[in-house]
């Protein structure tokens, strides 16, 4: 397939190389040349690093740079598109502006997609003449070893696009659950208030954080406990995922004011060095 990714930031970079990995043709798309370097820089270290993990060969290697090309340019990019998957910023304006544009510049029969957490797909696809071809692909950070993503149909998503999605994702060698278009789609609306809670017991001292994590670890079968999945994912990342949920389903998803307080003291997690753990 001709793929185009949108953004070539943390997802983009991911979505990009696990595309060019699987085979498909990718054009990268950045809003110019130095973010488009960055970007390609961060596909590139995905390919060195799988490369000495023994995760692909050399040959492999050479031939998933040769998949990935990068461009500035959106109609030259998107003019024999299959499938585009968009990755900017979690901003509707600039998702709209983002759609609106590939909507002109596109085959009149590309599927795009947007990797949104958290924008209506349906309103995304507003913006678009063809909103039956447009649909939400949430993948997970890192993109090329998470195995999951979430497929969210807009209000007039075809089947045929849904099928058409369903097909690429596979051929990626993930899997697809489907969602409806509904805020944290399942896992997040179901993981920041599990994450959220985990927090509050260690804020009224019911356990340390070491025997929170050990009970999920070895209570539950989780493979990494919600303290240290927290600092995995930014507990920035956490802290706004549940003001989103929060502003759409009321307090059940309010943050607990150590999250706070901790992306005020810039204990952001792993990226940082230091969260609920040092690192
Ligand atoms: N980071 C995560 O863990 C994660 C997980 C799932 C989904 N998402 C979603 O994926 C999307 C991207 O998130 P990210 O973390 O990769 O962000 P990021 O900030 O790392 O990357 C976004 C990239 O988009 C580029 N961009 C912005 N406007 C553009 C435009 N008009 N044309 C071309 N490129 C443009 C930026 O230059 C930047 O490189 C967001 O919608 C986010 O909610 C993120």
Do not use: W
Request: glycine share 6%.
């Amino acid at each position: 397939m001709n793929v185009v990714v949108v953004g070539a930031g943390t997802m983009g970079s991911g979505i990009a190389y696990s595309s060019a990995a699987s085979g498909h043709i990718v054009t990268v798309v950045e809003q110019d040349q130095k973010l488009l370097d960055q970007g390609m820089r961060r596909v590139d270290d995905y390919v060195e690093r799988n490369l000495s993990r023994g995760h692909i060969n050399k040959e492999q290697a050479s031939k998933i740079h040769s998949n990935v090309k990068g461009t500035v340019d959106f109609a030259k990019a998107c003019h024999n598109a299959d499938l585009v998957v968009e990755a900017v910023f979690e901003d509707p304006r600039i998702k709209e502006q983002v759609f609106a544009t590939l909507d002109k510049v596109c085959p009149k029969n590309t599927i795009l997609a947007s990797n949104t957490s958290s924008i209506s797909i349906s309103k995304i696809a507003s913006a678009t003449k063809r909103p039956q071809h447009v649909l939400g692909l949430h993948f997970f950070n890192p993109v090329p070893t998470m195995k999951l993503v979430e497929l969210i149909k807009g209000e007039r998503t075809s089947p045929d696009a849904v099928k058409a999605a369903t097909t690429f994702v596979e051929t990626l060698g993930k899997t697809v659950v489907q969602s409806a278009d509904k805020t944290g789609f399942i896992v997040n609306r179901a993981l920041m208030p599990f994450i959220n809670e985990s927090v509050k017991l260690l804020e009224e001292n019911v356990a340390t954080r070491d025997d929170i994590d050990k009970a999920f670890l070895l209570g539950t079968n989780h493979p990494m406990g919600p303290l240290q999945l927290a600092d995995f994912i930014g507990i920035d990342v956490v802290l706004s995922t549940l003001k989103v949920l929060e502003a759409e389903f009321g307090q059940t998803f309010t943050p607990t004011p150590i999250l706070e307080q901790m992306v005020k003291e810039g204990k952001l997690g792993r990226k940082t060095k230091k969260g609920f753990y040092d690192y």
